[in-house]
């Protein structure tokens, strides 16, 4: 009974990477989690504009999204983790944008993709087009461009999964912060007159002020077209 | 009051029509996998037969009319890239040669080569993405689309080199193009030209006499020749039908009339023959760009084009065969630098006007495909 093996005891590495390793996969629930929901994200096929062509062509062979687990693209909204929000939103497709968010399941993620989807990008004086998709859903992450080249949108992608890792299956951190109070959807604007009422969502987007050269956006003095 | 159309709160809903008999109204789109982009269909349907169709559109209207009146000629340009934002070059190419109408500007001989060269690339680029979109609403999911994306890399490589941007090339200019080619490009694009057909050949095993798209396809969507021309249909849709019009060979635009080819027609103007247009356009646009790459001869790629672009006052439409019709610009000046009006004759608009003759009296899926056979593109039909 006297072997050297039992008698020389050594502190163990019990990290998922070094148990793994050993062939024992020994974890924390958070980790085995987050790793497995990073890895099968289930983007929303949702084409709006120019980004849509290369969201498709990321999904391509060269490109190949499928090395991320995100190439199942889920017409549904019931069944999809994340929305690429790829390309312009107009003020007449925002109410359809909003609601489609709201009937995905949580958690559930936002990429902005290209100039559009962030601030209006190119069309930003256009009357009809709507200066950033966060002013209704959070963002998780932004990805400028016009469009986006596809290794933009897999590096988005990537640290999008960096996000999830991150997050905490107890507690709050996994729903979005909007949420606090118990609502489950976000209100959906409507397009009345001329322009989407209510203007933004609180909860998620407050209008820069630090600025006082800028307005709504814009340059001030600009007229609004 | 308001103007916007929003979805039924259903999706859905059920009327009777005058014997009783239930008739199911489905709002398709804007969010709909099939529908190319946000278009909305509202369907009516007796069963599965489409009774009735409204096509609703306007989701994607990003004002591009109206911001080019309030910018200069030049400025312009990188927006027309986002119109039919699968073929930026020839989108360039439409309005440069509107506003070289406007003032007078020789073009020189090498540039109308080179917009030759791109124009056909991209014709390449929009043709394969079609038909894999196209066999995609067949339900073949994936497979041929793929194959096409494969293709488009290649082609979106070269365009790549050349302008500094795969798909908003903004790469054309009034009286010429913007750069000159780097080195080894031609070399590149001679043998991405040369490879093509063996590719089309493949594609054509997969896909011509493939049982099932023949079912789904042939006499299917059917438009004749004289609905055709009454409909204002252009491009591989107007051909399909057997109307001998491709504005390449009617106006010669540019260098056309130096090249040998031919216009592929069809002969029923269904789904089918829409589809074979296209891949035989291709076969004739790699014939096309042979020859331009063996003739591209040497010189300037500018012209002589004014410093500061301030036509005089007038109009002037210019138009070419764009991968879906007939691409438009019609410009109105006041004198000043910046345009009066700013028109755009956009060919999947005025396609997408013959979808409800089309598709009435068909079946849903067939619907579905012979909207993927007009070609639309949500950029170009919103503006």
Known sequence: MNSPELSDRKEVDLSPEATAKAGVILSSLDWIYNWSRSNSVWPLQFGLACCAIEMIGTAGSRHDIARFGAEVFRPSPRQSDLMIVSGTVTKKMAPQVVRIYNQMPEPKYVIAMGACAISGGPFKQG???????????????????????????????????????????????ITNPAYADGRRVYPVPELKGDDLVPPFNPDVWTPPTANPNVEDGCPKGRPAR | MSPVQTMPPRGYHLSKDELGADILEVAMGPHHPSTHGVF???????????????????????????????????????FTDRLDYLCGMTNNWAYALSAEKLI????????????????????????????GFFINDLG???????????????????????????MMVNYIRFGGVRCDLPEGWLGECQRIV?????????????????????????????????????????????????????????????????????????????????????????????????QAIRDLPDGNIMG????????????????????????GFYLISDGTPIPYRFKVRPPSFVNLTALRHMCLGHKVADAVIILGSIDIVLGEVDR
């Open chain 2, 140 to 166: 073949a999911l994936g497979t041929p689309l793929l194959y096409a994306l494969r293709e488009r890399e290649k082609i979106l490589d070269l365009f790549e080199v050349l302008s500094g941007a795969r």
């Open chain 2, 304 to 327: 002589k084009a004014p410093k500061i672009f301030r036509p005089a006052p007038g109009e002037a439409y210019g138009r070419i065969e764009a991968p879906k019709g007939e691409l």
């Open chain 1, 127 to 173: 009357y009809n087009v709507l200066k950033g998709i966060d002013r209704y859903i959070p963002v998780d992450v932004y990805l400028p461009g016009c469009p986006p080249r596809p290794e933009a949108l897999l590096h988005s992608l990537m640290t999008l999964q960096e996000k999830i890792k991150r997050q905490k299956s107890l507690g709050r951190n």
């Open chain 2, 194 to 290: 040369d490879a093509f057909p063996a590719f089309l050949d493949e594609y054509e095993t997969l896909l011509t006499e493939n049982e099932i798209i023949i079912a789904r396809a042939q006499n299917v969507g059917v438009v004749t020749r004289e609905e055709a021309i009454d409909f204002s249909l252009t491009g591989p849709m107007l051909r399909a039908s057997g109307v001998n019009y491709d504005i390449r060979k009617v106006d010669r635009y540019g260098i056309y009339d130096r090249f040998d080819f031919k216009i592929p027609i069809g002969g029923h103007g269904d789904c089918y023959d829409r589809f074979m247009v296209r891949m035989l356009e291709m076969r004739e646009s790699v014939k096309i760009l042979k």
């Open chain 2, 40 to 78: 909305r269909m509202d369907l009516k349907l007796d069963g599965e037969t489409v009774v009735d169709l409204k096509p609703v559109f306007g989701y994607l209207h990003r004002n591009h009319e109206k911001i080019a009146e309030d910018i200069s000629y030049p400025m312009s340009m990188p």
């Open chain 2, 104 to 131: 007078e500007i020789e073009v020189p001989e090498r540039a109308e080569y080179l917009r030759v060269i791109v124009g056909e690339l991209t014709r390449l680029v929009n043709h394969c993405l079609l038909i």
